[in-house]
């Protein structure tokens, strides 16, 4: 059974491994790191027992919340991870007065664009060559 927990720092060099093994533009285990330490950020983890397979990170700005990453390892996925990932992302957002949520995420990304849009988001606007292989969608959701 998959468990939702908070990550600690005994937790940077798995988040840094998928990090670097599914992001196109990774961040090293200094920046996951830092990310732990800012009292703003929160980087929820899915675990299968000790086993991290995937996590999910936002950041809250007076009533805004910025989605960073949801990863789920691939040799889990499509077993409803990143969506159980992001509505705890969601949870969060809500309990901590956020009045949106938003993220980016790439244009060709189909399997993102679908899990993020399930859970209500809408594309906002496009950032052209966001990423090294292209253009972003923003999308947002009220809460």
């Given at each position: 059974?998959?468990q939702?927990?908070?990550?600690?720092?005994?937790?940077?060099?798995r988040?840094?491994?998928?990090?670097?093994?599914?992001?196109?533009?990774?961040?090293?285990e200094?920046?996951?790191?830092?990310?732990?330490?800012?009292?703003?950020?929160?980087?929820?983890?899915?675990?299968?027992?000790?086993?991290?397979?995937?996590?999910?990170?936002?950041?809250?700005?007076?009533?805004?919340?910025?989605?960073?990453?949801?990863?789920?390892?691939?040799?889990?996925?499509?077993?409803?991870y990143?969506?159980?990932?992001?509505?705890?992302?969601?949870?969060?957002?809500?309990?901590?007065?956020?009045?949106?949520?938003?993220?980016?995420?790439?244009?060709?990304?189909?399997?993102?664009?679908?899990?993020?849009t399930?859970?209500?988001?809408?594309?906002?606007?496009?950032r052209?060559?966001?990423?090294?292989?292209?253009?972003?969608?923003?999308?947002?959701?009220?809460?």
């Amino acid at each position: 059974m998959i468990q939702i927990r908070k990550a600690g720092e005994g937790d940077v060099a798995r988040i840094a491994e998928l990090e670097q093994k599914y992001i196109e533009c990774p961040w090293s285990e200094a920046v996951v790191r830092q990310t732990l330490a800012d009292e703003l950020s929160t980087i929820y983890l899915l675990c299968d027992h000790e086993t991290i397979l995937g996590y999910g990170g936002l950041k809250m700005v007076l009533d805004t919340a910025e989605v960073y990453n949801i990863v789920v390892d691939e040799t889990v996925r499509r077993r409803g991870y990143g969506s159980m990932a992001l509505e705890k992302l969601l949870e969060h957002a809500i309990e901590n007065g956020a009045r949106e949520i938003f993220l980016e995420v790439g244009e060709h990304n189909e399997a993102a664009l679908n899990l993020y849009t399930s859970h209500g988001f809408r594309i906002s606007h496009m950032r052209k060559n966001y990423y090294k292989s292209g253009n972003a969608y923003i999308m947002r959701k009220e809460l």
